[in-house]
């Protein structure tokens, strides 16, 4: 987790600083067990393969939880998230870097952030855009 981000210190415009992510094929295999998602797509290469995929796939919900821990982390502890959403565009594989970005959309008088936020893949093509909604709390208030 980064550090707190205040209301009052972010501006439209800004950037947030990138977050990598790269999923092992064991991590698939375990996020689909976990999930209790039994689809060959996310495990089995030639199952995947006959789908028309070169490879296993990342799954989106995966990618999603990715999307907000990366939100969450540069809204800081006291940070909240209040909305996210996310469109899966793209095909997303293991073993390659999936980069997190963002921008400041607006910042509202009530400290609440409107970010677009999005994946791309080591190509530089956005997999999954959205926008997210954040509270951060003003210096010297309680969260």
Same mark, same amino acid.
């Given at each position: 987790?980064?550090a707190?981000?205040?209301? /009052? $210190?972010?501006?439209? /415009?800004e %950037?947030?600083?990138?977050m !990598?992510?790269?999923?092992?094929?064991?991590?698939?295999?375990?996020?689909?067990?976990? =999930?209790?998602?039994?689809?060959?797509i996310?495990?089995?290469? %030639?199952?995947?393969? =006959?789908?028309g995929?070169?490879?296993v796939? !990342?799954?989106?919900?995966?990618?999603?939880?990715?999307?907000?821990?990366f !939100?969450?982390?540069?809204?800081?502890p006291?940070?909240?998230?209040?909305?996210? =959403?996310?469109?899966?565009? /793209?095909?997303?594989?293991?073993?390659?870097?999936? +980069?997190f970005k963002g921008?400041?959309?607006?910042?509202?008088a $009530?400290? +609440?952030v409107?970010?677009?936020?999005?994946?791309?893949n080591?190509? /530089?093509e956005?997999?999954?855009?959205?926008s997210?909604?954040?509270?951060?709390?003003?210096?010297?208030t309680?969260a």
């Amino acid at each position: 987790m980064s550090a707190q981000r205040f209301a /009052g $210190d972010v501006h439209p /415009g800004e %950037e947030l600083t990138p977050m !990598v992510k790269n999923a092992s094929r064991a991590q698939l295999f375990l996020f689909s067990a976990a =999930t209790n998602n039994p689809h060959r797509i996310h495990y089995d290469r %030639e199952y995947a393969a =006959t789908e028309g995929h070169p490879d296993v796939l !990342v799954h989106g919900p995966l990618q999603e939880a990715w999307l907000h821990q990366f !939100v969450a982390d540069w809204a800081g502890p006291r940070g909240r998230v209040v909305a996210l =959403t996310s469109q899966n565009r /793209g095909r997303a594989f293991p073993e390659r870097d999936l +980069t997190f970005k963002g921008r400041v959309k607006a910042v509202e008088a $009530d400290g +609440t952030v409107e970010l677009d936020v999005w994946e791309e893949n080591d190509a /530089g093509e956005v997999l999954m855009p959205g926008s997210a909604r954040v509270h951060l709390p003003r210096r010297g208030t309680e969260a």
